[in-house]
């Protein structure tokens, strides 16, 4: 199972728009405090998450807390990683829980966590000309890809809605 986790999220609206790709993607959402903002903050709503009632998410006093009830794989996004996203294997074969771990937005994720795992700390690769991605794309970007190598699960290919035809009729 894809797991999505924000450690000390700063901002509601890159929380909100992780939300609604959540519930998109069928991934779990586990925010680990202190949030900078309340779950119910009308922020949340502004950024589409009028999809919070389908939203599979879980809060987390620290990350200890974290790491006790969520046995699994971790993977770390930081800039200082020296891997590509796309360097590893998340075909999840083996039917693990895997945990795609983003920082808060003004510092990252600490030092001191990144340490206890190097051989799964990554980046997204990018120029020099920003310091990094924003949050809540750099979330779409990696459960994306994660999703491409599980052939996307269950997620349906083809709109609901208006029928698979719609382009043609």
Request: aromatic share 12%.
């Amino acid at each position: 199972m894809n797991n999505i986790v924000l450690y000390q999220p700063e901002i509601p609206q890159n929380t909100g728009n992780i939300m609604r790709t959540c519930v998109a993607t069928d991934t779990k959402l586990h925010l680990i405090k202190p949030l900078g903002f309340q779950i119910d903050d009308a922020h949340l709503k502004r950024s589409g998450v009028n999809y919070i009632d389908k939203l599979d998410y879980e809060v987390y006093e620290n990350f200890e807390d974290f790491k006790r009830k969520n046995p699994g794989i971790y993977y770390y996004f930081t800039r200082y990683g020296h891997k590509p996203h796309t360097s590893f294997d998340y075909s999840n074969k083996n039917n693990d829980n895997l945990y795609f771990i983003f920082g808060k937005e003004s510092t990252g994720i600490p030092k001191e966590i990144l340490q206890e795992d190097l051989e799964h700390c990554m980046r997204i690769p990018m120029t020099d000309k920003v310091r990094a991605l924003n949050v809540s794309n750099s979330v779409a970007i990696v459960i994306y890809e994660a999703l491409r190598q599980q052939d996307y699960n269950d997620l349906l290919k083809e709109e609901p809605h208006k029928g698979a035809n719609f382009l043609e009729d």
